[in-house]
């Protein structure tokens, strides 16, 4: 059975932060890429738009071109953070045991998976938000949408295991989950997720 929780639970405020189009050429792609790991590398305020430009091999007028503004360059970056987080949990959901155990063990396993490959300096979003914290930054509803995503995709799977109180519990796997994206990215403890994965499924008992 698959499980559409990347289409279900995208949110809005996060496809309408910016509603101008962005011209997609292969400098705007280089420039994106050359952002995106200088922002999650560095940290987003320590980077300024000449370094972006250097790194992309690119002028500061064709950045401006194509982005209008670093904001907007931290939007997309963000976004295009969240849309292979969601593809690359979705990719482990559909294979997985349909059922809402099988489903969050595999919500785990995609984490530890993503934190392996893609997460050593740790959850972009929580990074982001240390530096972005006032909602009015248009990259803020980027940040929560994708919390308030998890938190209703494990509430989702909580209330499909039959228990009595599904967002008390979707609640708590959050907590569980977002403990071991943290404590993974800090190397404290050298297998976070499958300590939380364990403590998760006994909640949906």
Request: proline share 4%; with cysteine.
């Amino acid at each position: 059975m698959r499980h559409d929780y990347t289409d279900r639970y995208i949110d809005g405020g996060i496809l309408g932060v910016m509603s101008e189009a962005i011209d997609w050429t292969p400098k705007a792609h280089a420039v994106l890429q050359a952002a995106s790991d200088l922002f999650y590398e560095r940290g987003i305020h320590a980077v300024g738009v000449d370094v972006i430009a250097k790194r992309a091999g690119v002028t500061k007028k064709t950045l401006y071109d194509r982005f209008g503004s670093k904001e907007r360059l931290v939007v997309e970056y963000l976004t295009e953070r969240d849309s292979q987080w969601r593809r690359f949990l979705d990719g482990h959901l559909v294979p997985a045991d349909p059922s809402p155990r099988g489903q969050v063990a595999a919500v785990f396993n995609a984490s530890a998976a993503w934190a392996r490959e893609r997460g050593r300096k740790g959850c972009s979003m929580i990074n982001a938000h240390a530096e972005i914290s006032d909602p009015a930054h248009p990259a803020y509803p980027v940040i929560m949408g994708q919390k308030r995503w998890m938190l209703a995709l494990f509430t989702d799977l909580a209330a499909a295991a039959g228990v009595a109180d599904p967002r008390q519990v979707g609640e708590h796997i959050m907590l569980l989950h977002e403990g071991a994206v943290v404590t993974a990215g800090m190397r404290a403890i050298e297998d976070p997720f499958t300590s939380a994965a364990v403590a998760a499924s006994a909640l949906l008992e």
